[in-house]
T-cell receptor, first 113, second 113 residues
């Protein structure tokens, strides 16, 4: 079954707008929640990550909001730019002692000028 | 400092043939992970290896698939008697620690005719 559920599947945003992608999980043993950015033909690259003891983390235009009680987390891209057009994956790390990631199904973001 | 190197980048095989995908982790990284990505889907964990050891193969199909990470040389993902359903992008990632950030290669795209 899908351990991490991601929505929306695709997103179109005007340049300068805010892009919001949401993820939800069930396993309370997850202890690390990264977001990856993937351009066509390339491998995923880590964008930003958060641990469950923090409710928000901001790096430049990218912010993760984390709601531990609801088991949800989201990525906000402020002032979205055409160069942000890519597929974004949320992920969660498995049980303690393992480092394998469970990925969401991805969101294809298109930022139009 | 070279990133995670995967080869071949593209591989075409006919049904029943064998596919071998290679991954050289980043310098200093001793943990290797293999993921499979089907079109329009997220990445699915397959196997986690350290040098000469398979740590977690819970995502590997039971038949036809095998992985190794020898003391010397790259990690190899081997698919025997390929079928059309094996067509996918296979990504390798490496990390320096058990709980470190995963760095992904650019993937090997397997097409089975």
């Amino acid at each position: 079954q899908q351990q991490v559920k991601q929505s929306p599947q695709s997103l179109i945003v005007q340049k300068g707008g805010i892009s919001i992608i949401n993820c939800a999980y069930e396993n309370t043993a997850f202890d690390y929640f990264p977001w990856y950015q993937q351009f066509p033909g390339k491998g995923p690259a880590l964008l930003i990550a958060i641990r469950p003891d923090v409710s928000e983390k901001k790096e430049g235009r990218f912010t993760i909001s984390f709601n531990k009680s609801a088991k949800q987390f989201s990525l906000h891209i402020m002032d979205s730019q055409p160069g942000d057009s890519a597929t974004y994956f949320c992920a969660a790390r498995g049980q303690t002692g393992a480092n394998n990631l469970f990925f969401g199904t991805g969101t294809r973001l298109t930022v139009i000028p | 400092n070279a990133g995670v190197m995967q080869n071949p980048r593209h591989l075409v095989r006919r049904r029943g043939q064998e596919a071998r995908l290679r991954c050289s982790p980043m310098k200093g990284h001793s943990h290797v992970y293999w993921y499979r990505q089907l079109p329009e889907e997220g990445l699915k964990f397959m196997v986690y290896l350290q040098k000469e050891n398979i740590i977690d193969e819970s995502g590997m199909p039971k038949e036809r698939f095998s992985a190794e990470f020898p003391k010397e040389g790259p990690s190899i993902l081997r698919i025997q008697q390929v079928v059309r359903g094996d067509s996918a992008a296979y990504f390798c990632a490496s990390s320096p620690l058990t709980t470190g950030e995963l760095f992904f290669g650019e993937g090997s795209r397997l097409t089975v005719l």
